[in-house]
């Protein structure tokens, strides 16, 4: 089993995706923290030294070597990973894997990354009153590719636990 957690920035992919992890007994995977091993820097150092295209580029060859291995996992996408590169169709032609869409609702998302903006380099400097515009135009332009997904799962106002329950549902 491979399952695959894509969605927006801070709607819960790492989070649950560990101890969703630990439930399923298989390896987690976070693709960011995968490249940023691989290519020996930070995805920040790598757009801001070699570009947005050289890191989409990199993104697409190591997603599809972790989905051409034998290997179980899970593994948590960078929120535009589905967006670039036919990466969704390449999710979706695989027969060993399931893609889960963790949909959050604006306010949600804001929420979390006002709670959170020093560790998301993309937003920090986005004044709060600037962010929901921000986040609303990017769900806008990602939702076809998120919405692509074989299984949705809403997370707003729900516990952790919650979400990992229903997401094992959905894979048996």
Partial sequence: MKLVLLGYMASGKSTIGKLLS?????????????IEFK??????????EKGEIYFRNIEHRYLKE????????????????PCYANNMELIL????????????SIPTIVERL???????PLVKELGD???TE????????????????HHKVVIDHKK?????????????
């Fill in 66 to 81: 972790l989905i051409h291995t034998e290997e179980q996992f899970v593994l948590s996408l960078g929120g535009g990973t």
């Fill in 160 to 172: 952790i636990d919650a979400i990992i329950t229903e997401i094992r549902m959905l894979l048996h």
């Fill in 39 to 48: 290519e020996n820097s930070s995805i920040t150092t790598i757009f801001k």
């Fill in 129 to 131: 009153e600037k962010l």
């Fill in 114 to 120: 006002i709670a959170g903006k020093d560790k998301r």
């Fill in 134 to 149: 921000y986040v609303a135009k990017h769900l806008f332009e990602r939702r076809f590719f998120y919405e692509q997904a």
């Fill in 93 to 104: 032609k695989s027969d060993h894997i399931t893609a889960m869409y963790l949909q959050a």
């Fill in 22 to 34: 630990e439930k399923l007994f298989v390896p987690f995977i976070d693709l960011d923290e995968y």
